[in-house]
């Protein structure tokens, strides 16, 4: 019952942020050209509901999906929290998904932690590639868990209609397009393994347990990142 009602609260807190068009500021070291505006918000609640569309062909009722959920990773730092767009839950794997609502070609940087993004005007632009920003959340949240041979996996999803992957990037960075292909060949790859399913309600508890559901946690976070960039610490 509990962790329903983290749930309803988290989806309310997300979808009340999401209508205001809050900026959706990147992690501290992205490097990134500003805060996401409304396009950006757009940009999740487009994945948001593919997400929620793929998961119930794959899995029926079987998953959970947290959207905006702040996430306490390194209490007492100077920045505690992290936000991750869209955290999945499902039987076969955890997927923790950061997404980009940018225009253009994505293609390789001039680092593994860089992409370069050839925008619809012409520009090159460096950007801190979701993989890099995803990395830590992915180590916090796979130190949550027993050590089991259970998928935890960051995925960077660009979702804009007019962006296009270089096919020798990873590929666990996707267009919004290809999200079903990849969630159905881990579902694939985990049955072949023959271990049991994961138990999705005990580790969203798991997970809960170190996030943040006030209403007011995602301003306080944004407000250190913006504080974080006025001091250059980021």
């Not at 070291?29 to 994945?47: C, D, N």
Request: with cysteine; aromatic share 6%.
């Amino acid at each position: 019952m509990l962790i329903k009602l983290l749930l309803l609260g988290a989806a309310f807190l997300w979808a009340y942020m999401s209508l205001t068009d809050e900026p959706s500021p990147e992690e501290p070291g992205s490097g990134g050209l500003g805060p996401a505006v409304g396009a950006g918000a757009e940009g999740e609640r487009q994945v948001s509901s593919d997400l929620q569309r793929h998961l119930v062909r794959l899995c029926e009722d079987d998953w959970l999906l947290f959207n905006g959920l702040i996430l306490v990773h390194a209490p007492g730092s100077v920045f505690p929290t992290a936000e991750i767009d869209h955290l999945v839950i499902a039987p076969f794997g955890i997927f923790v998904i950061e997404t980009k609502h940018w225009a253009g070609a994505v293609t390789s940087g001039e680092t593994n932690d860089e992409l370069m993004l050839a925008t619809l005007d012409g520009q090159r632009v460096a950007r801190t590639s979701p993989l890099k920003q995803n990395a830590s959340k992915v180590r916090f949240i796979k130190g949550l868990i027993p050590p089991r041979l259970w998928l935890v996996e960051g995925l960077g999803v660009f979702s804009h209609g007019a962006c296009t992957v270089d096919p020798v990037l990873p590929a666990t960075l996707l267009e919004r397009g290809e999200l079903y292909r990849h969630l159905r060949m881990r579902q694939q790859q985990f049955a072949r393994t023959k271990i049991a399913r994961l138990p999705v309600q005990k580790i969203a508890e798991a997970v809960m347990r170190h996030a943040d559901t006030r209403p007011e946690a995602l301003a306080e976070h944004r407000q250190r990142i913006e504080e974080g960039r006025a001091r250059k610490q980021i």
